[in-house]
């Protein structure tokens, strides 16, 4: 049986790992790749890296980072952020990533994820999504609107409308981020959660709010989510990947990789 | 020596450092007489069968690679690796193999209301039918990591080593015979079990005989 995935996100920011909430407050939490190759480790079953300062600063993604996570991580990782082209997704894979995650230069050039697909295959090709809850209307008839920039920037995209188109041009998994939550704990935006998993036939990523292990079991029984994307649990301290699965198993009965050490 | 095969497929990167993770000296070359000259052989795989065969074709590894399986060397293949050893692919249209070990290679077929996702991707467990050296470390229906969206229909139950289930179906996830082992998934990917499989690769003298 195909097992439901728990996902480490870093936040990279001048080489180093970062955790805010909602986009501000950053603090440093450590050396990305050190933390990466623990939470591997400790039974992460794959690892995000976004380098969350690369498009700011006008540069590239760092691709030494993505080398140096490449000698120390083997389970599958994704790297976002910085990513302008099909060469950049192209040098990042060489570098040993796994998957490419695009967000706003995926709304700005929709079809640089065909590009993408073409290039590499489509499994390769992660849309990261941020969403914000806005009501349903007319023009979001799903009641949330894809953002860019943290959030800064509406782009009058419906989040579900926008799933669906990505998957047609060749996305071939879903990260959806939910602005309203990220890093508050309380818990992942369920409903455009299940929305979105409901409307694609491509895995969905529930990312954005977990705070306990019952957000997580939420996630995948709720939502239907094929993968929980986590942050702060693990790098607060406060929870071990290791620990999550044991009782996402234990108590949710959700099928989860369990490792021995 | 270990040799990993260049044929332009994808994933050299990930498997070069997963061998140099356990303290393996790794050539990575696009050099047949090179592939001829290693101890053993591995044959990784990420991309379509079509191009994946025309390459290998083009770059001259067909005889080299049948050789070094028929002079017993340790073979690992991974992936398309594994997919390309069969006699025929149903991807691109239709692609002959390399056809060293009997059956062919054909598309998820799910219903559409099924919801079951293609490319399978993610951990899954596998299940060993068959006592095998490789084995070593390694638990019964241990999880790995897969990404394919087109899996091997054995020609015959005796070169299946490991089965894994999917929507309900059940495909062989592990394949090979004497010398030659193949996965579908990607140990280079599959954390401390994977690098378990590798390990046990470095040492395996290709014989099965428990």
Redesign the interface.
């Known amino acids: ?3 439901k ?1 728990l996902i480490v996100c870093l936040d990279v920011r001048s080489k180093r790992v970062t955790k805010g909430i909602k986009f501000k407050g950053n603090v440093d939490v450590g050396d990305p790749v050190e933390m990466a190759e623990r939470y ?2 400790d039974g992460a ?1 794959e690892i995000v890296f976004y380098d969350i300062t690369a498009s700011a600063e006008k540069r590239p993604i760092d691709i030494e980072m993505v080398a140096a996570a ?3 991580v ?3 990782f994704t790297v976002g952020g910085g990513l302008r082209n099909v060469v950049d997704m192209r040098h990042a ?4 990533a ?1 998957k490419v995650s695009l967000n706003s230069l995926a709304v700005e050039q929709p079809d640089i994820l065909h590009a993408g697909a073409l290039a ?4 390769c090709i992660v849309l990261g999504m941020d969403a914000r809850r806005v009501g349903k209307s007319l023009h979001f008839p799903s009641g949330y609107e894809v953002v860019t920039h943290g959030g800064r920037c509406p782009t009058g995209l419906d989040a579900v409308e926008w799933g669906r188109r990505a998957e047609a041009l060749g996305a ?2 879903i990260c959806l981020n939910a602005i309203d939550t990220d890093g508050m704990r309380t818990g992942y935006e369920l409903e455009i959660t299940r929305k979105i998993a409901d409307a694609v ?3 969905v990523i529930a990312s954005g709010g977990a705070g306990t292990v019952e957000h997580i079991a939420d996630a995948f029984s709720t939502a239907t989510a ?2 929980a994307l986590i942050a702060s649990m693990v790098h607060s301290g406060e929870y071990t990947c290791s620990g999550i699965k044991k009782e996402l198993a234990e108590k949710y009965h959700l099928p989860v ?1 369990l ?3 | 020596m270990l040799a990993i095969i260049d044929y332009g497929a ?1 994933n050299l ?2 498997v070069k ?2 061998f ?2 356990i303290g393996a000296s790794v050539l990575v070359t696009s050099d047949p007489a090179k592939i001829s000259a290693a101890d053993r052989v591995v044959f990784p795989g ?3 069968a079509g191009s994946g065969m025309n390459e290998f074709s083009k770059r001259g590894f067909k005889e080299v690679f049948r050789d070094a399986v028929a002079q017993g060397k340790p073979v690992l293949a991974i992936c398309l690796g594994m997919q390309m050893l069969f006699e025929r692919s149903a991807e691109d249209g239709g692609v002959a193999g390399l056809g060293i070990l009997p059956g062919t290679v054909e598309a998820f077929n799910f219903s559409a209301e099924s ?1 079951i ?9 596998v299940h060993f039918n068959q006592q095998h050296p490789m084995m070593k470390g390694i ?1 019964q229906d241990d ?1 790995f ?1 897969f ?1 394919h969206s087109y899996f091997v229909a054995a020609g015959t139950p005796a070169v299946t080593i490991g089965l894994t ?2 929507g309900g179906f059940k495909f062989t996830s592990i394949s090979g015979q004497r010398n030659l082992f193949a996965t579908q998934f990607h140990p ?8 378990q499989l590798l390990e046990n690769f470095l040492s395996w003298d290709g014989q099965v005989c428990c």
């Open positions: 049986m195909l097992l995935r591997c480790n079953d490449a000698r120390r083997f389970v599958p894979l060489l570098a040993g796994d590499f295959g489509r499994q071939g998994e036939g491509i895995p094929d993968a990789r490792t021995s050490n | 994808g990167t990930s450092l997963a140099e993770r990420v991309g379509s919801r996702k293609i490319p399978h991707m993610g951990w899954n467990s638990r999880a990591y990404v289930e999917y280079e990917r599959s954390g401390a079990v994977g690098l």
